[in-house]
Structure formats: structure tokens, C-alpha cells
């Protein structure tokens, strides 16, 4: 684990999309999910796998 996983990891769970932790963090949503992927070597538990809308939407699913 490295600095820029864990910054990954912060930033999609405090904004629960990828997509918004790029645009925090200042890259890609691909370079996001890459970095999650090697975080935790890819084997998320259901609470914490990263989701592809607002949370309300995967309330929904």
C-alpha cells in the first residue's frame, strides 16, 4: 500500500464515486479504480466496493 492508494481509498469513501474522487484527486476515474484495485488487491467487501452513481442510486439497486 502507498500514499496515493490510500488517498484513493479516503477520497471515494468520503464521496462514495469514483468519478468524484478523480476529480478530487486530480486524475482519472480509470487511474482511481486502478489504484482501489491495488489498494486491497481488489477483494472489496460489499460496503466499501466502489459505486457508480450517488449513493441514493445504489440505496436503489
Known amino acids: 500500500m502507498n500514499l496515493k492508494q490510500l488517498e484513493a481509498f479516503a477520497a471515494i469513501s468520503a464521496l462514495h464515486t469514483t468519478t468524484a474522487a478523480a ?3 486530480g486524475c482519472s476515474q480509470s ?3 486502478r489504484l482501489l484495485s ?3 488487491g481488489g477483494s472489496w467487501p460489499e460496503p466499501v466496493r466502489a459505486r457508480t ?3 441514493d442510486a445504489d440505496a436503489r439497486r
Do not use: E
Open 23 to 25: 476529480q478530487r484527486l
Open 31 to 33: 487511474a482511481v479504480s
Open 38 to 40: 491495488q489498494f486491497g
Open 53 to 55: 452513481g450517488p449513493p
